[in-house]
């Protein structure tokens, strides 16, 4: 038997860069003639040789299309198979939906008695509140229906009402009011479906009959209880929104737990709840949705059934190993409840999801007209529902979403990472909380510089619904606080705020929001940030007021509302960052134009259009925290205006002498008569180091623009050196400037 040693073998140079046909033909080739030459010459493409030697570099091509094929399939941006991009998509946490709903706005209207003692104001006693779920059809489809996604609660006024019309009898007074208020749909229908679950399976998948399904309403088994949808199995936090017809603490959507009172509505409140029975939803290649449930089976937070039980889950190693010290640690280290959450079994599963969606849903206006028969209200006030319509056409409806959608929608969801840090991250996650949560209209995060931009210690805890005074030695201990922060005395400044939670304890007063404007402070270095919000009225009017408590007011912020976005952003901030939410500033004004006018133009209509063009300019949805005023911008767009020939003066005030140097004489009177209390002043608004005042008190506020508009500033000390800029008050806490009634607050003269 012969022996092969190393002079038996021949060092081959085989070219891996080779890899289609030609070239590994070409390869082949060379290498017999390199290698073999005595063992085969006929390269003839005809021989029999050359056959062998074609099938082999036709199998080397198809082999490594199919692997540069199959890599291109790992990377997102190269993907081009559906299901290979919806995994891809999933593990950056991206869930595909299989169908897009559109949405829209629907007005409701009811008739409402008037008050008995006073029939120029709406009886809200006599109104009703409809539950969510009523289904309005389309007039020119039939298959395309529209389910309510909110109560319709006419207890309650809102920025998006429209006007309240008063319906008067034969004697001229108003025995109804027809009110109106707008609530969001989407379009789809609601269907139910049971499953009978048997023996426990690890995460046991349930998949609906249906395609194009929008959302799951809700899944309850045959005890009673609920099963939560979750982002994740591994999320065991769960949120719970109450409507205030349901919480036995809030009588009105416009009162808290406290019993606060404020002029916005927050219909619901927003909790968390730590829950095992929770399911994920994932979109199959063929549109359908599927359930998928946890691995564990629990009673009472025991285990009954340990085969369903991922111990990876619950400890991080096996009880009694020696070493354990290097052992990776499980990030859901926990209890029993440390699971990827329960197993269904042997019960029945009641599910109702809704179903529709597509790009046919984005009707027109005018569409949604017709009211279901039979409608009951949750709650009876005497009203019922006597119209619907959409003034604006559905939008926002699409099919399935296509396979370049997804890669550019799971490329931003990985990128925003689903989390809080930057100060655009916070402010979208404020604004975009649902409006059930209560109206935001502005917001403005800032990170305090220093320890003296925290606010004023004296202006913000409150101790049973009055603010912290000298009377209390505590706030003496937490002004001391603050001092020592500023010299960076740290351990002497926790033994002041240490003194002044004992002093309140010992008076058993409810330290709640003192303790966490405390550790809004003590953890201030570590990532405090500082959120400030301004809600609407019904008016679409700024409401906010800092100093709401000393002059007994309800134009501020709720704070139900505050508690729900802290709530809120518990889910999306860093661990280290400490949020304070607080009412912004709102600065009125008026605005005088003096203009002049072409020979032949209607000096009347030219002072309409100036007037209309002043408003549009100063729609509150343009204005923002620290926004300066543009005077030149303004004179800019009035020069735009048919009929208009140059521009006199238009000034931004508060006072009476808007401008010293110009006569009004041919003018009305000023643009309103600035009345403003010096009683409780402690603001310096336009930061001049003097004291302006504060917020005067609402009552008996009217329509005409002499009481109740907010902080006194001097806009001529705050233009800019070429007078074209009005800039906002220098203040730690930001400002909006806000024309609040400029029916009445803009005058003007056309020459």
């Not at 603010?467 to 010299?487: E, H, K, Q, R, W």
Request: hydrophobic content about 35%.
């Amino acid at each position: 038997m012969p022996t092969y040693g190393k002079q038996n073998f021949k060092e081959s140079n085989v070219n891996y860069l080779n890899k289609d046909f030609a070239s590994l033909k070409e390869s082949l080739m060379n290498y017999a003639k390199s290698y073999f030459p005595n063992t085969y010459r006929d390269f003839n493409e005809t021989s029999p040789g050359m056959m062998l030697l074609e099938m082999n570099a036709y199998v080397g091509d198809v082999l490594s299309f199919y692997i540069d094929q199959q890599y291109r399939e790992m990377l997102l941006p190269l993907a081009e198979e559906r299901r290979n991009i919806i995994t891809m998509a999933k593990m950056f946490g991206y869930k595909v939906k299989p169908i897009v709903p559109a949405f829209v706005d629907l007005t409701f209207t009811s008739d409402v008695n008037s008050d008995s003692g006073n029939v120029t104001k709406v009886d809200y006693t006599n109104a009703s509140v409809f539950d969510e779920g009523i289904e309005i059809v389309s007039s020119t489809d039939s298959n395309i229906i529209f389910s309510t996604l909110e109560p319709i609660d006419f207890r309650i006024t809102g920025s998006n009402d429209t006007n309240t019309i008063a319906v008067t009898d034969d004697s001229g007074l108003a025995s109804k009011y027809k009110l109106s208020r707008t609530v969001k749909a989407v379009s789809a229908t609601q269907k139910t479906i049971t499953f009978q679950i048997g023996q426990p399976e690890k995460f046991k998948t349930i998949t609906l009959p249906d395609t194009n399904v929008v959302d799951i309403i809700s899944c309850v088994d045959s005890n009673g209880d609920n099963w939560y949808e979750v982002d994740f199995l591994a999320q065991d936090k769960v949120p719970i929104e109450t409507h205030y017809t349901d919480d036995v603490n809030r009588s009105s959507a416009y009162i808290d737990f406290q019993g606060n009172v404020s002029v916005e509505a927050v219909p619901y409140s927003l909790t968390y709840i730590t829950s095992t029975k929770r399911f994920t939803r994932e979109t199959n290649l063929d549109n359908t949705t599927s359930l998928i449930f946890g691995n564990g089976v629990l009673k009472n937070g025991e285990v009954i059934d340990e085969g369903f039980i991922d111990l990876e889950q619950v400890g991080v190693v096996i009880p009694g190993q020696a070493n354990n010290l290097n052992d990776a640690i499980n990030p859901l280290l926990g209890d029993e409840y440390s699971t990827l959450g329960e197993t269904p079994n042997n019960t029945t599963l009641t599910i109702t999801y809704r179903v529709g969606g597509g790009i046919n849903s984005n009707v027109v206006s005018g569409d949604l007209t017709t009211l279901p028969s039979t409608i009951v209200p949750s709650i009876n006030g005497g009203a019922t529902l006597a119209s619907v319509n959409n003034n604006i056409g559905a939008r926002g409806g699409k099919d399935e979403e296509d396979t370049e959608e997804i890669k550019q929608k799971a490329r931003a969801f990985f990128t925003t990472q689903n989390r809080c840090v930057t100060k655009e991250d916070y402010e979208a996650r404020v604004l975009n909380i649902p409006a059930k949560f209560g109206n935001i209209a502005k917001t403005y995060v800032a990170r305090p510089s220093t320890i003296s931009d925290q606010p004023d210690i004296t202006q913000l805890p409150v101790i049973n619904g009055r603010i912290a005074d000298d009377n209390f030695n505590s706030i003496t201990y937490l002004n001391n606080a603050v001092g020592l922060l500023n010299d960076n005395d740290v351990s002497g400044a926790e033994n002041e705020i240490a003194k002044a939670l004992i002093e309140l304890d010992s008076q058993s007063q409810d330290i709640g929001s003192l303790t966490e404007f405390v550790a809004s402070v003590q953890n201030f270095e570590l990532g405090s940030i500082d959120i400030y919000i301004l809600g609407y009225n019904n008016k679409k009017q700024l409401i906010g007021n800092p100093n709401r408590i000393s002059l007994n007011s309800t134009d501020y912020v709720p704070d139900l509302l505050k508690t729900n976005i802290k709530k809120y952003l518990e889910n999306f901030k860093l661990m280290t960052d400490v949020v304070t939410i607080q009412d912004g500033y709102i600065v009125n004004f008026g605005v005088i134009f003096d203009v002049i006018a072409e020979k032949y133009a209607d000096k009347q209509k030219v002072k309409l259009d100036c007037i209309q063009k002043i408003k549009d300019y100063f729609r509150i949805e343009k204005m923002q925290f620290n926004q300066p005023i543009y005077k030149s911008d303004l004179e800019f767009e009035l020069m735009g205006v048919e009929g208009v020939r140059s521009i006199g003066h238009v000034t931004i005030t508060q006072k009476d002498d808007y401008n010293s140097e110009i006569s009004d004489a041919d003018l009305a009177n000023a643009t309103y008569s600035y009345s403003f209390s010096n009683t409780e002043a402690t603001i310096d608004i336009d930061g001049d180091g003097i004291v302006d005042g504060a917020f005067r008190d609402v009552t008996g506020e009217n329509e005409e623009g002499t009481s109740g508009y907010g902080y006194k500033y001097n806009f001529q000390t705050a233009l800019s050196t070429d007078g074209t800029i009005i800039l906002p008050p220098n203040t730690s806490t930001p400002t909006v400037f806000e024309l609040k009634n400029p029916n009445t607050n803009i005058q003007g003269r056309v020459r």
